[in-house]
């Protein structure tokens, strides 16, 4: 925070009650051995920053007292703190110069007084302090020292920022407003500056004041939800595609699953057709075996009626064979169903044994 001294024009002198006044010369940029000039390096407390307007991160404005009501109670306890000469509104130049209020946090009340009191000038800021030469920095916002008994409305009911500083920091401030309240003449260095630069003797010096706010590194607020929304945007359709994704192999698996299963279903139709004349596997030889017709599922005198038929045919040079070797080999059945041995098919010598009355 810096404090310069500005030399403004009084109007009034020429009795031209409504023409504005002007600054004439900034003193302490000028010269700061005929001003006063402080740069306050400690750091605020910021207490309400949701109404700051700022420009290029400066909120400046002249600095002044606000006025209470006449029958205020705290115009009582305020005199122990705030000297009876003191800047105030009407110690001001009448045009609408950007302003910054400074008072001291008395009490609750007190305190409610004052920045209600602002709410009707141009106001650029708020300044508190503890009446208590505390060189330390002020608490945060959010400290019982700070408590109106508002649960914190008096944060957004007031439409400016407000700030707060240590109680030496304070009380020198206040001691300023007081030395530069009067015309020209009555400053400090009153006539060195007169000497220096002439001024009418109903013109006067005030108080302007910086107060630098510091942005945070980083992206600003709307930058940050911008990129808050597209971050929300990349997750939904990313997770709407997986899921798409999922859906889709999930139905396509499905697919292949029903694919293969008709494919084997036609191929064991197709095996079941084919078998007719031809064995595949080791059941379909036993199905074969069991379920094949066989002369010997016939009545007795039918299977005997194709053996005579069978034995009436010719035999061909295989079955010939066939039969020889079989006759060399020790006798046998032949494939006809004759035998080499005593002329008998086995059937019929197992008949025979089975039911001897059988001929």
């Given at each position: 925070m810096v404090d310069h001294d500005l030399l403004f024009s009084n109007?009034?002198?020429g009795g031209a009650s409504t023409i504005p006044s002007t600054i004439i010369k900034n003193i302490t940029a000028l010269s700061g051995q005929i001003a006063?000039?402080?740069?306050?390096?400690?750091?605020?407390?910021?207490?309400?920053?949701?109404?700051?307007q700022t420009d290029n991160g400066i909120i400046q404005g002249l600095l002044y007292v606000p006025d209470l009501e006449t029958n205020d109670p705290c115009n009582a306890l305020s005199k122990a703190y705030i000297p009876s000469k003191v800047t105030r509104r009407a110690d001001l130049p009448p045009t609408n110069y950007n302003l910054i209020a400074i008072a001291p946090w008395i009490n609750p009340n007190c305190t409610q007084s004052y920045l209600a009191s602002a709410r009707v000038d141009p106001l650029r800021g708020f300044i508190l302090y503890h009446p208590d030469n505390n060189t330390d920095k002020p608490?945060?916002?959010?400290?019982?020292?700070?408590?109106?008994?508002?649960g914190g409305s008096w944060k957004v009911t007031n439409r400016y920022p407000i700030y707060a500083v240590s109680g030496v920091v304070g009380a020198e401030m206040m001691q300023q407003l007081h030395e530069y309240s009067g015309n020209v003449s009555q400053v400090p260095f009153g006539s060195n500056i007169t000497a220096l630069y002439d001024p009418d003797p109903m013109d006067y010096v005030r108080i302007w004041t910086e107060i630098r706010v510091s942005t945070p590194d980083g992206l600003p607020t709307m930058w940050i939800f911008i990129l808050a929304v597209i971050g929300v945007l990349i997750f939904v359709v990313a997770g709407t595609s997986m899921l798409m994704h999922y859906i889709t192999n999930g139905m396509v698996r499905r697919e292949r699953a029903m694919r293969k299963l008709r494919d084997r279903i036609v191929v064991e139709d197709s095996d079941g057709e084919s078998t007719h004349g031809r064995i595949h596997t080791w059941s379909t030889t036993v199905?074969?075996?069991?379920?094949?017709?066989?002369?010997?599922?016939?009545?007795?005198?039918?299977?005997?009626?194709?053996?005579?038929?069978?034995?009436?045919?010719p035999l061909s040079v295989t079955d010939e064979t066939r039969l020889r070797m079989r006759a060399l080999a020790g006798g046998g059945e032949s494939d006809d169903g004759r035998s080499s041995s005593n002329g008998r098919p086995r059937w019929k010598r197992i008949a025979i044994s089975v039911f001897p009355g059988f001929r």
């Open positions: 109007p009034l002198w006063y000039s402080a740069h306050i390096t400690e750091n605020m407390t910021i207490l309400s920053h949701k109404y700051a608490p945060g916002a959010n400290s019982e020292e700070w408590d109106l008994g508002d199905k074969k075996k069991i379920f094949r017709p066989s002369t010997r599922s016939l009545p007795i005198a039918a299977q005997e009626r194709e053996l005579r038929s069978r034995q009436s045919r």
